[in-house]
């Protein structure tokens, strides 16, 4: 039985260049400057941007009616390689699934009765016809492109933005489907979100009120960390991978 775990984001702007000349005819000219100064769209556009050239830790946390979710684990954005725990609590039952992302090859190793394992061979591989959507689902550079593409950003302090962006683009970087206008509760054009940024400019935390299909919004928030960490993922030992999931 297949299942799919619940878990599954370039605005390009131009700095401002303030020049003052200062001349005094009866003096040499002198000039003194000030270094550009990007927007908050476009500095909040570099840091998202930059999660996809540097190794990050990242959690994610969902709630969707009485289901709690909570993704964490560590990415090599380029390398593609990566290792999460998803924790999904339900009406008092706990699921745990494990994952293994090595480019657009899945594996993974879960407690949950409806998926494949054992106990000699806990791990899946999962078919390649799923494998890479779903490696992108696991993508916290993808997950974060919407703010490269973000309207309306406001910098209420130094380093906390606010704006919004475009609901199908929301629900595109975060591979989950896109709310009908045709649904009950039609879904706004725009979602709102805030983040937060680093001394160094890295993006650390960004909240969003998720479209649902069914009307209505649930809260998301990713946090990143340990920019630079050493990400390193194996495959399971082969003695312990029951087969390739759908198989």
Not at 69 to 78: K, Q
Not at 92 to 106: A, F, K, P, Q
Not at 137 to 144: R, W
Request: a positive charge.
């Amino acid at each position: 039985m297949r299942r799919r775990t619940l878990i599954t984001g370039t605005l390009a702007t131009t700095a401002v260049l303030a020049l003052i000349a200062c001349t005094d005819t009866k003096q040499p000219e002198s000039r003194t400057s000030t270094p550009p100064t990007k927007t908050p769209a476009a500095q909040l556009a570099d840091a998202a941007a930059r999660l996809k050239n540097d190794t990050f830790k990242m959690t994610m946390t969902v709630k969707v009616d009485t289901t709690d979710a909570r993704l964490e684990g560590a990415m090599d954005p380029t390398k593609k390689i990566g290792a999460f725990v998803a924790t999904t609590k339900r009406n008092g039952d706990t699921s745990i699934i494990e994952w293994r992302i090595l480019g657009n090859v899945v594996y993974l190793k879960t407690n949950t009765p409806s998926l494949p394992g054992s106990t000699n061979k806990p791990w899946r591989r999962i078919s390649q016809a799923e494998s890479a959507s779903l490696a992108e689902g696991f993508d916290g550079a993808k997950m974060a492109n919407p703010l490269t593409q973000a309207t309306n950003v406001q910098r209420p302090s130094a380093r906390h933005f606010t704006g919004t962006f475009d609901t199908a683009a929301v629900a595109k970087a975060l591979s989950v489907p896109t709310p009908s206008s045709s649904s009950s509760a039609a879904p706004a054009p725009n979602v709102a979100f805030t983040a937060d940024l680093d001394d160094r400019g890295r993006l650390t935390r960004y909240h969003l009120d998720v479209p649902s299909t069914k009307g209505g919004t649930y809260p998301l928030d990713l946090t990143y960390s340990d920019f630079g960490t050493a990400v390193i993922v194996q495959a399971p030992p082969a003695d312990q991978v029951a087969g390739t999931s759908g198989t």
